[in-house]
């Protein structure tokens, strides 16, 4: 976070003073892999800089031509550096923001990637838990109806009749504002379509011949369930699973820029939105266009998939 820098245009470059920092902790691969680093630099932005025998003495990087205030720096905070005049090769670079800055300072790209990791982990956790809520009601609805056949089937119209942002919402906030808890209140809102699909699958299917050849031989329901049935009436679920996944992006999305998504400081592309929106009047709207992109790029991507994986499993279709 550098607010000499802050809402910089795409390709900005200033030099960076690098100041190693020691945490004193040790991290695991996992960790580095999917936190980051805990013992990153510290840059700051320069305009100048000047080697004493002691060290260096750089000028802090100010926008409109002003002179900026100097500060010095002890040649023992470079542990690399031999000498004084070794610190710039080894502690002073080019930067350039490819995305600009936000109004913080803060490198946009990084943040977009990190982000993103955000919309994934909520596609793929939300589908999952869609399709085991789903799968499982759908498939005892098809297969033994009855009261139970119709108890389920008020439940999903009672769901479905709630709209979906205002049931998130209220799952969210029973559970409280948080990264997970996002997880949980998409998945708990996306079963429906799941369970009406897969019912209506179980329906045709267990009226084949080789489920009543089941049954006759014995097979409890369980086993005709997941072994024969569940089986043949997956090529739907997965096609409905890719358009979940789109679905689940824009509403967690929705969330953050309402602010009951992700939370401060985890970065979500529509947290991000939500900080910069006003920069569309004010002549910076890349702040909020580039995250909107995103969004857009990654919902029409598994949307594009879900047709794709639709047509590939039409065995109407000509090769």
Known sequence: MNLSIHSKSPGFSVDMLSIPLKIGQEQSLFDKLFFGKLDVPEEI????YQISQNGIEITHYTEGGMEGL????????F?????????????ISKKTFLLGTDKFGR?????MLVGMRISLSIGFIAVLISLIIGITLGSIAGYFGGKVDVAIIWLINVTWSIPTLLLVIAITLAL??????????????MWVEVARIVRGQVLGI?????VTAARALGFNNFRILSRHILPNSMAPVIIISAANFASAILVESGLSFLGIGAQPPVPSWG?????????????KPFLALIPGIAIMSLVMAFMLLGNAIRDAMDVRSSN
């Open 107 to 111: 490198d946009l790209l990084s943040r």
């Open 176 to 189: 409280g504002k948080g990264y997970y808890q996002v997880f949980v209140a998409v998945g708990l809102t």
């Open 70 to 77: 100097s500060q010095f720096f002890d040649l023992e905070l």
């Open 79 to 91: 542990p690399l550096a031999d000498a004084p005049g070794q610190i710039p090769e080894l502690y």
């Open 271 to 283: 947290g991000i939105i939500k900080d910069h929106y006003a920069y569309l009047l004010m002549g």
């Open 45 to 48: 932005p320069i305009s100048g």
């Open 206 to 210: 267990k009226e084949m011949q080789y």
